[in-house]
């Protein structure tokens, strides 16, 4: 069974740099796209950044371009999302998902996703 497990989050304040990390088991990552989608309180669910299977392929929202960077640790089955700069507008759950449609383009951040995470809390405030 394909499992994810986001961790990472809470309370950050303004300019900090938490990385949230995304533990699989029963799969493994390096087989798959990946993704990380945020959903704020009222808001529709948002695709932050994707990777394609092969790692040759990143892509992000223009709201994290340049402050976001997403990774993937083969040897640790986990993948990451480093977030720099946050904002309060980044207040969000933050979900990992996995796909096994190898790419990932603008409109994987849509969400076609085939297994997702519980998610996990990111709070950015002074």
């Known amino acids: 069974q394909l499992q994810l497990a986001e961790s990472g989050g809470g309370l950050v304040q303004p300019g900090g740099s938490p990385r949230l990390s995304c533990a699989a088991s029963?799969?493994?990552?390096?087989?798959?796209?990946l993704g990380w989608f945020r959903q704020a309180p009222g808001k529709e669910r948002e695709g932050v950044s994707c990777?394609?299977?092969?790692?040759?392929?990143?892509n992000y929202a223009d709201s994290v371009k340049g402050r976001f960077t997403i990774s993937r640790d083969n040897a640790k089955n986990t993948v990451y999302l480093q977030m720099n700069s946050l904002k309060p507008e980044d207040t969000a759950v933050y979900y990992c998902?996995?796909?096994?449609?190898?790419?990932?383009?603008?409109?994987?951040?849509?969400?076609?996703?085939?297994?997702w995470g519980q998610g996990t809390q990111v709070t950015v405030s002074s």
């Open positions: 998902a996995a796909r096994s449609i190898p790419w990932c383009t603008t409109y994987s951040l849509q969400g076609h996703f085939d297994s």
């Open positions: 029963g799969f493994t990552l390096e087989d798959y796209a």
């Open positions: 990777m394609s299977k092969s790692g040759s392929t990143t």
